[in-house]
């Protein structure tokens, strides 16, 4: 198994970047999402909303990866979220569906109010990782970390690509709409 | 944004444009009722879970986790 860990902070408040989070994809830094359904919504009584998201995505790994998997590059996750305005939580963990006998990738997200600065955002990432029953394990293990960092880095863009056009594009104007 | 199933994209656009109207209009500003895209919702999430069918694809559950609470 192997951990990756990663924080960042966003100069924006909580509000705008649980928005963005949840308005994401499309977007041109990191196309690799394709489709995204929501499975599954409710909000309890404590006013949590809690999501179940089905996402198509083209993996975008490494050739060597490809090899060794022997697969096309899409690939379905399951994404369940947590909304919680009232404490300014939003948490998502995504797990990969298609091959999952072999591999398994958790990405757990944590976006939460900045504790003395209520126009910052902060975000807690973590991945763990379990190749089972292929060859070379942990260099599998250490090429799929690699990957994460550099799909966390483009992740992170991503939301700010998706912030800066939710601030230029009219509110009417539905922000799934790509040129 | 595209459904995994073509057949969905109008159910899919119209509950996402009313969940998004929700959520910046009502929930953010502290207003949690939520009645408001249930029958969008309803329409939607019967046509996704034919299609999960014809995909024969397995989902992640979070009542499948021992480990896991839900509060």
């Not at chain 1, 305005?85 to 591999?103: D, E, G, K, S």
């Not at chain 1, 757990?108 to 209520?118: A, F, K, M, N, V």
């Not at chain 1, 763990?128 to 966390?152: D, F, R």
């Not at chain 2, 057949?7 to 009645?35: M, V």
Request: proline fraction near 4%.
């Amino acid at each position: 198994m192997k951990i990756w860990t990663s924080q960042h902070i966003f100069d924006h408040d909580w509000a705008t970047v649980a928005t963005a989070a949840l308005n994401k994809y499309p977007n041109p830094v990191s196309p690799s999402v394709i489709g995204c359904d929501v499975v599954d919504r409710t909000i309890n009584s404590s006013g949590v909303i809690h999501s179940h998201r089905l996402l198509l995505a083209n993996w975008g790994i490494a050739p060597a990866l490809n090899k060794i998997f022997n697969m096309n590059e899409l690939g379905y996750a399951s994404e369940h979220s947590t909304i919680d305005a009232r404490r300014r939580v939003m948490t998502a963990r995504t797990r990969n569906l298609t091959l999952n006998r072999f591999i398994s990738i958790e990405e757990r997200l944590e976006y939460t109010e900045h504790p003395t600065d209520s126009s910052k955002t902060l975000l807690k990432q973590e991945a763990t990782i379990n190749v089972e029953k292929v060859p070379l394990t942990s260099y599998v293990e250490t090429l799929v970390a690699k990957t994460i960092n550099t799909n966390a880095t483009k992740g992170r863009l991503a939301m700010e690509w998706v912030i800066d056009r939710m601030r230029t594009v009219p509110s009417s104007e539905p922000t799934e709409q790509l040129a | 944004m595209s459904s995994i199933s073509p057949a969905c994209q109008t159910l899919k656009d119209e509950y996402d444009a009313c969940f998004n109207s929700w959520f910046s209009e009502h929930y953010l500003k502290g207003d949690t009722t939520a009645d408001m895209c249930t029958n969008l919702f309803k329409k939607y999430q019967a046509c996704i879970k034919e299609a999960i069918k014809e995909h024969k694809i397995t989902l992640w559950e979070l009542e499948n986790e021992p480990t896991t609470k839900k509060n």
